[in-house]
């Protein structure tokens, strides 16, 4: 690789490092994530409860779309629907707490679903 194909970067403390033109991120800049789920980083498998709403008490305030820390929520505009994303929610209650409309959003027991995740022969 050529001298013109790197940019080198001096950082403080740490000497010079060689990034490939293409590889060059701006400072401060924001990375794109990858697109959709990621199956191999299924966190489900620990829950004991799982947010179970109801739809004639939800108003789609999106409280809970926002509060959730792993993204379970997702909104559809254009049907202007909530739903749930299983994989990747942890039962941490979150979204229940930030629900604005009491008994919109309720902890149900995972064992209550069928092939609910506590169920897993191999839980990992």
Same mark, same amino acid.
């Given at each position: ?68 820390? @792993?993204?379970?929520? +997702?909104?559809?505009? $254009?049907? #202007?629907?909530?739903?749930? %994303?299983?994989?990747?929610? &942890? ?10 409309? @009491?008994?919109?959003? +309720?902890?149900?027991? $995972?064992? #209550?679903?069928?092939?609910? %995740?506590?169920?897993?022969? &191999?839980?990992?």
């Amino acid at each position: 690789m050529s001298k013109e194909d790197n940019m080198a970067k001096a950082l403080p403390g740490y000497g010079t490092i060689d990034v490939p033109k293409d590889r060059v991120v701006p400072f401060g800049a924001v990375t794109p994530a990858p697109v959709g789920t990621q199956k191999l980083f299924q966190t489900s498998n620990w829950r004991v409860v799982r947010p179970v709403k109801d739809e004639e008490k939800c108003t789609r305030c999106l409280q809970c779309y926002l509060a959730c820390p @792993d993204a379970c929520w +997702v909104y559809k505009e $254009e049907d #202007d629907t909530l739903e749930w %994303v299983g994989d990747f929610c &942890k039962g941490c209650q979150v979204c229940i707490a930030q629900c604005t409309v @009491d008994g919109a959003l +309720v902890a149900a027991p $995972e064992l #209550d679903f069928e092939g609910g %995740v506590v169920r897993l022969e &191999k839980p990992f």
